[in-house]
C-alpha cells in the first residue's frame, strides 16, 4: 500500500490519483458547489468577488476554471491572474504582454549564446513568476 502526506492538510492518506486525502478531496468538491452556486446567481461576479462572497481561494477558483469544470464563455467578468505578473486573464498561462517578454527574452538569450561563442556579452534578465494569492 502507498502511504503520502495529503499536499493540503498534511495528513497520511492512500495515494490515489487526485493526490489528496479523501477529506480534502470532499472539501474541494463542497467549494467547487460554492462556487458554482454563487456564479449561477451572480453571472457578472469576478474571481475575487466570487472568493470573498464564497471563502474559496482565487488559486482554488483558478484550478476550477482550467480543469474545465467552471466556465468562462458565459461569465463575461470572470477570469483568472496571468502565472507570471497576475494581471487577469481569459485564457492561457500568461497575458499578451508576460508572453512578448518571455518570447524577446528567448530570443536574446539564444543571440547571446551565439555572441558567446564569437566573443560578445550582452546583460542578462532573469525570469519570475509572482504570486499574489492571499488565501490558500
Same mark, same amino acid.
Given at each position: ?6 499536499? !493540503? ?6 495515494? *490515489? &490519483?487526485?493526490?489528496? =486525502?479523501?477529506? #480534502?478531496?470532499? $472539501? %474541494? ?39 474545465? !469544470? ?6 463575461? *467578468? &470572470?477570469?483568472?491572474? =496571468?502565472?507570471? #505578473?497576475?494581471? $487577469? %486573464? ?47
Amino acid at each position: 500500500m502507498n502511504l503520502g502526506n495529503c499536499p !493540503r492538510c498534511g495528513k497520511l492518506y492512500t495515494l *490515489n &490519483l487526485r493526490e489528496l =486525502c479523501p477529506a #480534502c478531496m470532499k $472539501l %474541494i468538491e463542497k467549494e467547487y458547489e460554492k462556487c458554482v452556486t454563487y456564479l449561477r446567481e451572480q453571472k457578472g461576479a469576478t474571481i475575487h468577488e466570487v472568493s470573498e462572497a464564497t471563502e474559496v481561494s482565487v488559486r482554488q477558483i483558478t484550478k476550477f476554471i482550467k480543469e474545465g !469544470r467552471i466556465s468562462i464563455a458565459n461569465a463575461p *467578468n &470572470l477570469a483568472y491572474p =496571468c502565472e507570471v #505578473c497576475g494581471i $487577469l %486573464i481569459r485564457e492561457s498561462n500568461m497575458c499578451d504582454s508576460c508572453r512578448t517578454r518571455l518570447t524577446r527574452e528567448l530570443r536574446q538569450a539564444t543571440s547571446t549564446d551565439q555572441d558567446h561563442k564569437t566573443g560578445s556579452t550582452h546583460e542578462r534578465q532573469t525570469y519570475r513568476a509572482v504570486d499574489n494569492e492571499r488565501k490558500y
